[in-house]
């Protein structure tokens, strides 16, 4: 892929906020406040024109603090009071993220399959809901919105042996077609695998990025690509991702860059 392909598109000059897309997270947890901040910081930077942030209710606080563009509010400790609180926001949301910072608890493990199976906008399951689904391993075959699952290979060998037998490519091809999901095989040359058997390796990024919190501001930007409706928002998401971690490394070296580094970079990756 290279430069070229990447641009996104112009956008019309009497565009309004509703047109750029409606992003709901659902992240976070006790000791675990940082993934939800990143993600919905890079979902604002990518573009989306509102960033809905859902947090357990012990955290809100802390995340309405950090978030000054994302519109934070509570979670109810119980899962059905959780869901009461996401299915009118979902309903009107052009993509969802879940799983960042979630936690194993027996309340996400929950949550995670109830939005799926509620959702009807593409949903994005990154970190600890990629966990949380583990356990149902027929789980996508069911459900009726897109799905797009972000794992690293250690995330990913709990939902799939295939990495025992397969190499990187094909594994992440032959789940993506067995299930009928997108899926991101992160890494070095992350690979973007789709349900019609197309895969696309990345050429951007560095061992820097090899941090807690970097997964977090991809999956932000997957999801604001999403909502947007660019073309291709996926493979975009994780080729500008490389680059502005590429950017960070080029000026202050892999060992010093930071989460926050790569978000920053953004609004010049993204000019």
């Given at each position: 892929m290279t430069a070229s392909d990447a641009v996104l598109p112009e956008r019309r000059v009497d565009a309004h906020?509703?047109?750029?897309?409606?992003?709901?997270?659902?992240?976070?947890?006790?000791?675990?406040?940082?993934?939800?901040?990143?993600?919905?910081?890079?979902?604002?930077?990518?573009?989306?024109?509102?960033?809905?942030?859902?947090?357990?209710?012990?955290?809100?606080?802390?995340?309405?603090?950090?978030?000054?563009?994302?519109?934070?509010?509570?979670?109810?400790?119980?899962?059905?009071?959780?869901?009461?609180?996401?299915?009118?926001?979902?309903?009107?949301c052009d993509a969802v993220l879940i799983g960042p910072g979630l936690g194993l608890s027996r309340w996400a493990?929950?949550?995670?399959?109830?939005?799926?199976?509620?959702?009807?906008?593409?949903?994005?399951?990154?970190?600890?809901?990629?966990?949380?689904?583990?356990?149902?391993?027929?789980l996508p075959d069911k459900l009726s919105c897109p799905v797009v699952l972000t794992p690293h290979e250690g995330?990913?060998?709990?939902?799939?042996?295939?990495?025992?037998?397969?190499?990187?490519?094909?594994?992440?091809?032959?789940?993506?077609?067995?299930?009928?999901?997108?899926?991101?095989?992160?890494?070095?040359?992350?690979?973007?695998?789709?349900?019609?058997?197309?895969?696309?390796?990345?050429?951007?990024?560095?061992?820097?990025?090899?941090?807690?919190?970097?997964?977090?501001?991809?999956?932000?930007?997957?999801?604001?690509?999403?909502?947007?409706?660019?073309?291709?928002?996926?493979?975009?998401?994780?080729?500008?991702?490389?680059?502005?971690?590429?950017?960070?490394?080029?000026?202050?070296?892999?060992?010093?860059?930071?989460?926050?580094?790569?978000?920053?970079?953004?609004?010049?990756?993204?000019?």
């Amino acid at each position: 892929m290279t430069a070229s392909d990447a641009v996104l598109p112009e956008r019309r000059v009497d565009a309004h906020k509703g047109d750029f897309g409606r992003v709901l997270i659902i992240a976070g947890s006790v000791g675990f406040t940082g993934a939800p901040a990143f993600a919905a910081k890079a979902a604002v930077r990518s573009g989306a024109g509102l960033v809905f942030l859902g947090v357990p209710e012990d955290i809100y606080e802390i995340e309405a603090v950090k978030n000054d563009e994302a519109m934070v509010f509570p979670l109810p400790g119980t899962v059905p009071g959780a869901l009461k609180e996401l299915l009118p926001r979902m309903e009107k949301c052009d993509a969802v993220l879940i799983g960042p910072g979630l936690g194993l608890s027996r309340w996400a493990r929950e949550l995670v399959p109830g939005v799926l199976e509620a959702a009807r906008a593409p949903v994005i399951v990154d970190a600890d809901g990629i966990t949380a689904i583990s356990g149902h391993i027929d789980l996508p075959d069911k459900l009726s919105c897109p799905v797009v699952l972000t794992p690293h290979e250690g995330e990913f060998a709990r939902l799939s042996d295939a990495l025992t037998r397969l190499d990187r490519i094909s594994a992440a091809r032959e789940y993506a077609q067995r299930h009928g999901v997108t899926l991101v095989l992160k890494g070095h040359r992350t690979v973007t695998a789709t349900p019609d058997g197309r895969c696309v390796v990345n050429t951007t990024g560095n061992p820097g990025m090899a941090t807690g919190g970097s997964g977090d501001v991809l999956a932000g930007m997957i999801t604001a690509f999403i909502a947007q409706k660019i073309p291709d928002p996926v493979v975009k998401a994780v080729y500008l991702h490389g680059l502005a971690g590429d950017r960070c490394a080029e000026e202050f070296g892999q060992y010093a860059m930071t989460p926050t580094d790569m978000t920053e970079r953004l609004k010049f990756i993204l000019r």
